[in-house]
């Protein structure tokens, strides 16, 4: 009785977090599909009169007049901010978390780092304003990608150096036995044991800068540089706003993240197969 109690109670706790992801989402795809007058209409009704993907249509069409241009350029923009942002902190952080986890002593420089999340976005805006004005790289891709690699990579050292710590370090010595050098016992040894916690790291970090507003409200000035958080503030900018079309972007933005997170996870899996099966 009572482990059908708790079957019934685990299921119900999985139906509630279900329900409470997946409700937005639902909401927000419906919108998309209702017409104006669906959406303004009282009392509201759930489900809408007449189904129109059109918004989608004009979403990834190129044609004049058409928000498609504006969009499919912010998409790409934050694609190649998010992947050049999150591969050079990703190449940078696991150099670092190693050192930081196998040369114990210098942890102050990492919690230094960390300390960077303790103060508020906006105390950073003018000097990196100023830096970004003096190189030449205010709105372009390349300098979000550095403004983003200050917010990962002490979140990406943080992580792996964690996960560092917890894998043996027996194998690592023997390895510096048989005649491995640093970088030969970092790449042929720990990163393959790692696999499965680099997908996450890459993950998370990625997500970060996906969402990232603030600083690239500020440090972009037109589409060149803009990214789709941006992009789609500009379009509730008006007198006219068309919720349909705002939800139909959201839908649309979260594409991207859900294929990285499917094939991220497919990588998990095999890296686990993989190292649970050594040994």
């Known amino acids: 009785m ?40 009282v009392p509201l009704e759930w489900l809408p009169r007449q189904w129109d993907f059109s918004r ?18 912010a998409l790409w923009n934050s ?35 960390l300390a960077i999340y303790m ?15 003096q190189v030449g790289l205010l709105n372009t891709h390349l300098g979000l990608v550095l403004v983003y690699c200050s917010l990962i990579l002490p979140f990406l050292t943080w992580m792996l150096k964690n996960q560092f710590d917890a894998l043996p370090r027996d194998i690592e010595q023997a390895a510096r036995l048989d005649g491995l050098r640093f970088w030969q016992v970092l790449l042929r040894i720990t990163l393959p044991l790692a696999k499965p916690m680099l997908g996450a790291s890459a993950l998370f970090g990625w997500l970060l ?3 990232e507003f603030f600083y690239a409200l500020l440090f972009t000035s ?11 503030a500009g379009f509730t900018a ?31 899996v095999s890296g686990l197969a ?4 050594k040994g």
């Open 56 to 73: 989608y249509l004009r979403l990834v069409s190129l044609q004049p007049d058409e928000p498609g241009a504006l969009f499919l350029h």
């Open 274 to 277: 993989s190292g649970g099966s």
């Open 222 to 232: 037109n589409i060149e540089a803009q990214t789709l958080p941006v992009t789609i």
């Open 79 to 113: 694609v190649l901010v998010a992947c050049g942002a999150t591969l050079i902190s990703l190449l940078l952080a696991i150099p670092a978390a190693f050192s930081f986890s196998r040369y114990p002593g210098r942890d102050g420089w990492l919690f230094g780092s």
């Open 238 to 268: 008006g007198r006219a706003t068309d919720d349909g079309l705002i939800a139909a972007v959201g839908i649309l933005a979260s594409v991207p993240p859900l294929f990285i997170a499917i094939w991220l996870q497919k990588t998990l």
């Open 2 to 41: 009572k482990r059908n109690l708790r079957t019934v109670l685990r299921y119900a706790a999985a139906l509630l977090v279900a329900a409470s992801i997946l409700g937005p989402m639902l909401w927000l795809f419906l919108m998309s599909v209702s017409s104006t007058s669906d959406l303004t209409r």
């Open 119 to 133: 103060v508020p976005p906006v105390a950073f805006v003018l000097p990196l304003y100023f830096v970004l004005q």
């Open 209 to 211: 800068a996906w969402d």
